[in-house]
């Protein structure tokens, strides 16, 4: 049991680290690419990736098999995935610091939250609500500049990373129900299938070249490696080995390197108020992760 919780551990810790560098190298090649052209390459790679992974585990996946169920939750799962993802890339490839798409998306575990609430008829303590108030403050404090409207809001892409976050907290409730019963790589694998064809078809359709620079290709290699294959399929299987509250706690984590990373890739600095804004969103993600803890824990105490 010990050496199950350390495996879900390592593979969270895996999942951040390779997450942070999704930002990283999707902003350096979306900087090169035009956004279709991103998308045929990136999923074309991941397509690839995931393709040598099932091969390399010799283990074949029953899809036949499985029941009907399991098949609305695959469609499910990578119908709100593709939706979220397109709308992530927008918001990564229209604003500037890839570190402030990471902060805004720390909204993804409040949502996962609500649509507990509203659609699994889960209740949440004191301590929980707290953490998605926490957040939201965070979260508003990052975008804060005075005069902000919903329009400026659209503009700057903060509504978009913000939409991308709840389609991709719609996905992640379906995985969990369905994770015992559905392989990760089946779930990956569809959604990289999904979007390569989308991509590919656009391509045709704005009759965009299929010859890019040699460098943009390096950065989409290095990304989707570590972004639709190793990061998707680390995070889904961790969720085997621990609870979804602790792995979100060391996911919340990547926007830290992110900013590292922004700074030493494209000389980006975020400005104080993000900065701050954007720890008190990490800070929320812990709260809301770790509230039902905290709270068994503050009722044993008081019955002692």
Do not use: C
Not at 128 to 148: A, D, M, S
Not at 192 to 204: C, K, N, Q, R, T
């Amino acid at each position: 049991m010990k050496n199950e919780r350390l495996k879900g551990y390592f593979l969270a810790i895996i999942a951040t680290l390779a997450l942070a560098n999704v930002y990283i190298f999707s902003k350096a090649a979306l900087n090169e690419l035009h956004i279709f052209q991103f998308g045929f390459y990136w999923f074309g790679f991941a397509l690839l990736w995931n393709t040598f992974f099932i091969i390399f585990r010799k283990k074949k996946l029953e899809i036949k098999q499985l029941d009907k169920n399991s098949k609305f939750a695959i469609s499910g799962n990578v119908f709100f995935e593709v939706i979220g993802t397109v709308l992530f890339f927008t918001g990564i490839n229209v604003i500037e610091n890839p570190a402030i798409v990471s902060f805004l998306v720390n909204l993804g575990p409040v949502f996962t939250l609500i649509l507990g609430f509203f659609l699994l008829n889960e209740r949440y303590n004191f301590i929980e609500y707290n953490g998605i108030l926490i957040t939201i403050i965070g979260i508003f404090i990052i975008n804060y500049n005075g005069n902000n409207s919903f329009d400026e809001l659209y503009k700057n892409g903060t509504w978009i990373v913000i939409l991308g976050a709840l389609f991709f907290s719609i996905a992640l409730i379906i995985a969990k129900k369905n994770i015992h019963k559905i392989e990760p790589i089946i779930l990956a694998t569809s959604r990289a299938i999904v979007l390569f064809v989308i991509s590919l078809i656009l391509m045709f359709v704005y009759k965009l070249n299929f010859l890019v620079s040699i460098n943009s290709i390096i950065n989409v290699i290095i990304g989707s490696l570590m972004g639709p294959f190793l990061s998707f399929l680390a995070s889904y299987y961790s969720l085997k080995y621990i609870e979804a509250s602790l792995s979100n706690v060391i996911l919340s984590t990547k926007s830290l390197f992110i900013i590292i990373g922004a700074y030493f890739f494209f000389n980006l600095m975020i400005s104080q108020t993000q900065l701050i804004g954007g720890l008190i969103s990490v800070f929320g993600i812990v709260i809301i992760s770790l509230g039902k803890k905290i709270w068994k824990t503050k009722k044993k105490l008081l019955r002692k």
